[in-house]
């Protein structure tokens, strides 16, 4: 039987809390509602009064074999300004609070964990003040509110980015300190990841590996592409159907050159992985992620444990 636990946080406004945990390996849904106050099955209109005592939040069900809770709760830090208690960005007010909502002791050890974790790196000038709470009943949003960064996708960019959590999210977590990769990346790997540069097609490590295992981001190590993803474009470059978690991946307009293409990214570092374009396999999505060997670094599948990703060895099991 699949394993499924729920997790509940409370990160401002819903629009903006569903697009990082959707589509993830292991999450089934992300349900957008309301929680923690003391009116049953409130309205919107309710909630934003200030007179329920509710809080927006999503709630996700997810198989913790293939996203453990903590990655949930370190994606939940990464969406959010935990030191402000009165609201979120643009949202003010109760309504807007952030809070981690517990359903189980373990789930409570590892929230509080994480938060003292964060609190100590100093990432913040100012103390976290995001709260810890036993979970209550969950009441599910109007069905307007599901999903909206997919049926109002134009509105939510502009939301997402006019609110100021887009750039707080850019300013405090994606990293590229230029100077030190300089030094640590080889030539080939700089002009790629740090100049979106490209290298020679059928000249590079991956093009045609054929061995099964996962591909990382260079820099950051998080997990990119499988081989179970993989396929033959006769492009010349490693190409893959879709990534393995898309959260950690981002895809902008790039117009360099005379062309319209989209370029891919990695989240954590921002380093320059390749371009998508939509004429993969259609009975895979259409979709081909075509990737400079340059920006990754392959782990074969039996070196995957002694390396630290044993937790993506389900891949080779479905």
């Known amino acids: 039987m699949t394993n499924r636990e729920v997790a509940t946080f409370a990160g401002g406004c819903f629009w903006c809390m569903v697009e990082p945990f959707d589509k993830r390996p292991g999450v089934?849904?992300?349900?957008?509602?309301?929680?923690?106050?003391?009116?049953?099955?409130?309205?919107?209109e309710q909630v934003a009064s200030q007179t329920t005592g509710h809080v927006e939040a999503v709630q996700i069900t997810f198989d913790p074999t293939k996203m453990p809770y903590e990655e949930l709760v370190q994606t939940f830090w990464q969406q959010i300004d935990p030191t402000d208690a009165t609201g979120q960005f643009n949202d003010r007010g109760e309504p807007y609070q952030t809070a981690i909502f517990y359903?189980?002791?373990e789930q409570k050890r590892i929230a509080e964990q994480s938060k003292e974790k964060l609190e100590k790196s100093g990432k913040f000038s100012k103390s976290i003040r995001t709260k810890i709470l036993p979970a209550q009943p969950f009441y599910k949003a109007e069905e307007g509110h599901q999903d909206y960064y997919k049926k109002q996708a134009f509105h939510y960019k502009l939301y997402k980015k006019g609110?100021?959590?887009e750039d707080f999210i850019?300013?405090?977590?994606?990293?590229?300190?230029?100077?030190?990769r300089r030094k640590q990346l080889k030539p080939m790997e700089y002009y790629v990841?740090?100049?979106n540069g490209t290298e020679p097609p059928f000249k590079n490590e991956y093009w045609d590996n054929e061995e099964e295992g996962i591909y990382v981001d260079l820099i950051s190590g998080k997990v990119l592409f499988s081989s179970k993803e993989k396929f033959d474009a006769g492009c010349g470059w490693p190409s893959f159907t879709k990534p393995v978690d898309p959260y950690h991946v981002t895809e902008r307009l790039d117009t360099t050159h005379g062309m319209i293409r989209t370029e891919v990214r990695s989240k954590e570092s921002d380093a320059h992985l390749g371009h998508v374009f939509p004429d993969g396999p259609k009975e895979h999505g259409g979709?081909?992620?075509?990737?400079?060997?340059?920006a990754m670094r392959f782990i074969p599948k039996d070196q995957m444990r002694k390396e630290g990703y044993e937790k993506?060895?389900?891949?080779?099991?479905e």
């Open 28 to 44: 089934y849904e992300v349900i957008s509602g309301y929680t923690g106050g003391h009116v049953e099955n409130p309205s919107y």
């Open 103 to 105: 359903h189980n002791e």
């Open 163 to 165: 609110s100021g959590r």
């Open 170 to 180: 850019k300013r405090h977590w994606e990293k590229n300190n230029t100077e030190d």
């Open 193 to 195: 990841t740090q100049e």
């Open 287 to 294: 979709l081909r992620y075509c990737m400079n060997s340059a």
């Open 312 to 317: 993506y060895l389900y891949i080779f099991t």
